[in-house]
């Protein structure tokens, strides 16, 4: 604890000025509930700034692994010739966790046009990420019009 200088203002006063005194006891009480008050508030900030990122970070993953069973799908319609349909589902490692897929194959009104919508979660029917696509449809590499 600091003490206070007394120095003499003049020689014909008898009042003296104060140098180098600290704060009062409210004034540290007052700085004291300020920082109280903010600081949780801050915490709080911080902590759904980290929630968020988590979030965006899974997000991001699923909709990678989304992507991976769709265009696995769609490759292996492809080189094997066969009709995409129905529902496919499996699981994947991915970042270090396992993942689930589920991609539905569904024809549209559109001759040889398939809706494809690929989603992917952590648990299985647990949904965090879907894509869709259109795709036409394919026998070796060729695609065959009006059927």
Do not use: H
Not at 37 to 52: K, N, Y
Not at 77 to 101: D, F, I, V
Not at 112 to 133: F, H, K, M
Request: glycine share 8%; aromatic share 6%.
């Amino acid at each position: 604890m600091q003490r206070c200088i007394r120095v003499p203002v003049s020689l014909g006063k008898r009042k003296a000025a104060t140098a180098g005194c600290g704060f009062t006891l409210i004034e540290v009480m007052v700085a004291l509930f300020i920082v109280a008050m903010a600081l949780p508030a801050l915490l709080t900030q911080v902590s759904a700034q980290l929630d968020g990122t988590i979030q965006l970070r899974e997000k991001s993953q699923a909709a990678w692994v989304a992507e991976n069973a769709l265009l696995r799908l769609t490759l292996q319609s492809q080189l094997s010739g066969l009709e995409l349909a129905g529902e496919s589902n499996g699981s994947e490692l991915m970042a270090g966790r396992q993942w689930y897929w589920r991609v539905v194959a569904e024809e549209t009104v559109v001759p040889g046009l398939w809706r494809l919508v690929s989603s992917a979660g952590l648990q299985d029917g647990q949904v965090i990420s879907t894509v869709e696509t259109f795709t036409r449809r394919q026998f070796n590499g060729v695609a065959v019009a009006g059927q």
